[in-house]
């Protein structure tokens, strides 16, 4: 039963995690498109028109893919977690789902109509007024689905108790449909995904026109990436400054609606007010073993509340402490990112030409690399905090999960083909990318069918 | 006299927009397969702009499905475990060789051609999961509830299966010179769907004499109808009218409700048993209101954009003015 159990995990877990850098991706290109398309609109720079045509082309690929596999997770949590999706179904959590399908159409639609037939749509502002919703449609998507993580952190919407006690009943009262769309935790989660992600796919990108930057020999080539550039670096500075706000705001809350997570993420042993802020090491006992301490850090950071300690729940309730690890390398990921970002930033406004520097473009790349890790290993933390629960003091994941082996075979099908298919889709999308002559790029973003095949 | 369960009804009405969608796409999938130089001209126009509206729709599908029948969850899930997750897999395969097919520049060994067959034999594959979960939702064939358990041998084993699966694939490739209008095919179109339908009605039959019902008169006589005006010089640009042909498909489906309601599964499973209940229902309504709306909107978006330019083919990208670098 574990070992299926334990399948069930990793299958979801690799889905998710290969299916979040995509989004991730498809996110930065639709605001890189969308901020492109204005800045083509209202200067003519041609350059921010072949930006347009050359970005449309991977989002397309990415939206396919992702797509898919937006479906086949949704899928695989019917199939994997049964009890878990019943408990969805039977909540208002659904409803937030539902609503995720419109945001879905609205990106969908847009999205066709902007590649396929905007040039029908005349006047200078119109292609840009499509691919606005074809972002907001993205970024709601991913809002709506935070939702849900939201709810299954703090969840709320029926009768908490009465569940848990009907034991294999799974018995959902007083139900209200509309309270999981505002969870303890939903604004401070919302906040972080809309700062983080963005960050992560424009950086990307970003990494991307740095390295492109330089490698290009011809001088169009040279100002098409130079542009890029400076739109994602740009953007990179907006949503980093966010990023740091949204951590912040968010690790206030959770010490105070998931004690528990917090005080393993801190390695707190014991609660307290004045407490230490430990990087790496682990617990034994209890006390701390290894790593370094900044001493009376966390309280200052949490203004002297009393925060939770592991002693304060059965060791038997615990997530696995390797989040404690995982967040503080997150931390100080993303600090250094930070630093790079604002760094960047102040170079360029001071007139240093960061782009025209090598050793900073390779850095920049390794900080696209970052970025993706950073998230990664976000996404990590607070799934692994919420552990053993996959709805927080509600329900287990061993509960929720199917215990059919049937799914073995399958599942490591569609490990083996996503292991394939994801390197080759990225391999791809810079393939489309590049794929047309800059001659043929600075003519513009067609907003009809000539970059498609048929 | 019965209420309508009209947590059902909006589902199936979901539900029967996204097979009308699928099954065109499918009928272009096998044309592509069959004869992809003859056919490309008139499939793909339609077929890449489509897919992705066809997924938005799927995706739509399930989540109303889940909204209204929780109870069905784990059994179902349980039940066709399998061939969902093959299902999945032939979704990711169509999803990519499309979106590679439209836009791969260098051809060498792969093309957008091999691509594009790639995409119809992948929703051909997936086509033919849909039926199977469809006919056994239907009959129950191959299905064991108590142990929710779905055997493929059982399922083939038993009568009606394969003529199932058979009918459609006459009715399909019948229909699909019709609605993408490809004139050398044309004379095929009568004798296959006739063939079509006779080989459902029986496989229907041998399901359940009770299956056989006069709702069966709808599919029958409105497909025919489709394949036998195609004949006809004056109207046959009716009969491949998609918009025309997407709106009946979408009635025909929606009138085979009766096979799975009040009972799915041959008379297992009673639906009014397993809907939501309580304010989860009021939720569902005033969410399928709005969302009724919201998807009405952007498919006249959708409609009205298709118009224009099918009306003004003239219409030529806009020439940017080029001014200074950055």
Known sequence: MSQIVDFDRLLFAFTIGSHILLVSLSIGMAIMICISEFLFARTKNKYYGALVRRLIRPFVVSFGIGTASGIVMAVELVNLFPRFMTLVS???????????????????????????????????????????????????????????????????????????????????????????????????????????????????????????????????????????????????????????????????????????????????????????????????????????????????????????????????????????????????????????????????????????????????LGFSALTAIIMELGWMTDELGRQPWIVYNVLTVNDAASNSANLYAPGIVIIAFYLFLFPFTLWFMGRVFRGKSIAIDLEGPTGGREDVNY | MSTINWLFEVNFAIFSVFLVLFVTELMGGILLLIAYDATKAKVLPYIVPIWEVTGTFAAFWVVTADFAYPAMLIPVASLLSGLILVFLILLVVRNSSISFAELIVKRGWIDERRLYQLYGLATLGIGICVVIMLSAIVSGAGVTLSSLTFSLGGWVTNPGSLLYLVGVLFIGIGLAPVFYNIEPLRRWAPPLTVLGVAVEGGALYLYSSSFLSAYFLIPAVLTVAASLLYQIRLTAPIASQKFIFALLGTVIIFSQSYLVYPTAFNGAIPVDQVTTSGPMVGAFYLLSAAGVVVVGLLMALYLFAVHRATARPEALPPVPTVAHSP
């Not at chain 1, 980093?240 to 042993?269: F, S, T």
């Open chain 1, 90 to 364: 039977q909540t208002g959590v659904i409803a937030i789902f539902y609503i995720e399908i419109f945001a879905f159409f609205l990106e969908t639609i847009f999205l066709v109509v902007y590649v396929y037939y905007g040039n029908t749509f005349k006047g200078r502002y119109s292609r840009w007024v499509l691919t606005v919703p074809i972002m907001v449609g993205t970024l709601l998507s991913a809002v709506l689905i935070v939702m849900v993580n939201a709810w299954m952190n703090t969840p709320n919407g029926f009768d908490l108790g009465t569940y848990v006690a009907s034991g294999t009943n799974y018995s959902v009262t007083n139900v209200n449909p509309w309270a999981p769309f505002l969870t303890a935790s939903t604004g401070d989660e919302v906040f972080h995904v809309l700062a983080s992600v963005p960050l992560t796919g424009i950086m990307i990108i970003g990494g991307f026109f740095a390295y492109r930057y330089l490698r290009s020999t011809s001088l169009e080539e040279k100002t098409l990436f130079l542009t890029g550039l400076r739109v994602a670096v740009a953007l990179s500075f907006v949503f980093v400054i966010l990023a740091i706000l949204a951590g912040v705001l968010e690790i206030d809350g959770m010490y105070q609606y998931q004690p528990l997570k917090y005080a393993a993420i801190e390695l707190n042993p014991q609660p307290g007010t004045n407490l230490p802020m430990t990087l790496f090491g682990t617990v034994s006992g209890t006390s701390i073993v290894g790593g370094f301490q900044i001493p009376g850090f966390q309280g200052w950071l949490e203004h002297g509340a009393n925060l939770p300690g592991l002693s304060q729940y059965p060791q038997s309730q615990w997530p696995p402490l390797i989040i404690h690890e995982t967040f503080d390398v997150m931390l100080l990921g993303g600090a250094l990112l930070g630093l790079f970002v604002i760094a960047y930033c102040g170079l360029w406004l001071l007139k240093r030409k960061p782009f025209d520097r090598p050793i900073l473009a390779y850095v920049f």
